[in-house]
T-cell receptor, first 113, second 110 residues
Framework: GAVVSQHPSWVICKSGTSVKIECRSL??????MFWYRQFPKQSLMLMAT?????????EQGVEKDKFLINHASLTLSTLTVTSAHPEDSSFYIC?????????FGSGTQLSVL | RKEVEQDPGPFNVPEGATVAFNCTYS??????FFWYRQDCRKEPKLLMS???SGNEDGRFTAQLNRASQYISLLIRDSKLSDSATYLC???????????FGSGTRLQVQP
């Protein structure tokens, strides 16, 4: 199947700093990528849909100024958590469509101290 | 009401057992359905798509009941390696963003 690379796998940062997470489609072009967040023992919640060359579409309740998404090329989307706080600690995971199937990056565990 | 609902479990079963999970969805316009498997702190991986006619892949059988708006997953001859969380996933179409259930945890015991 298609390969989606996400890094870093985990990051620990101080409150108030910004963290950038990268998501790359390695062997296919992804015009659309999705960013999910998962808290412990909960389901994956869609945060935003990232569209190459245009603005991302955010789900209700997700602050666009806090979670900056850039999809500058067909193989790369980035999510920047700005001014992170402890409540932003979560598992962030990206995904992309290839041939009608959704493939996931390996996820990023963010811990904000 | 959640868009996709699953029994969180855990389902604790012995090796070799047959176990079934159900999942209900609220949007009757949902177009496609999947079961994903997620191991702890790992990304979800597609287990199988679910078709109206029902489909089977080895020890796994998935079925869709559109009238009652539920899908099911049956696992026969459970293996220790089947221990994971099984996510029911629904695609409403359009933007093709998937909606995930909260998952059902399966623990297969020796």
């Amino acid at each position: 199947g298609a390969v989606v690379s996400q890094h870093p796998s985990w990051v620990i940062c101080k409150s108030g700093t910004s963290v950038k997470i990268e998501c790359r489609s390695l062997d296919f072009q992804a015009t659309t990528m999705f960013w999910y967040r998962q808290f412990p023992k909960q389901s994956l919640m869609l945060m935003a849909t990232s569209n190459e060359g245009s603005k991302a579409t955010y789900e209700q309740g997700v602050e666009k100024d806090k979670f900056l998404i850039n999809h500058a090329s067909l193989t790369l989307s980035t999510l920047t958590v700005t001014s992170a706080h402890p409540e932003d600690s979560s598992f962030y995971i990206c995904s992309a469509l290839s041939e009608e199937k959704l493939f996931f990056g390996s996820g990023t565990q963010l811990s904000v101290l | 009401r959640k868009e996709v609902e699953q029994d969180p479990g855990p389902f604790n079963v012995p090796e070799g057992a047959t176990v079934a999970f159900n999942c209900t969805y609220s949007n009757s316009a949902s177009q496609s359905f999947f079961w994903y498997r997620q191991d702890c702190r790992k990304e979800p991986k597609l287990l199988m798509s679910v078709y109206s006619s029902g489909n089977e892949d080895g020890r796994f059988t998935a079925q869709l009941n559109r009238a009652s708006q539920y899908i099911s997953l049956l696992i026969r001859d459970s293996k220790l390696s089947d221990s994971a969380t099984y996510l029911c996933v629904v695609n409403k179409g359009g933007r093709r963003a998937l909606t995930f259930g909260s998952g059902t945890r399966l623990q297969v015991q020796p």
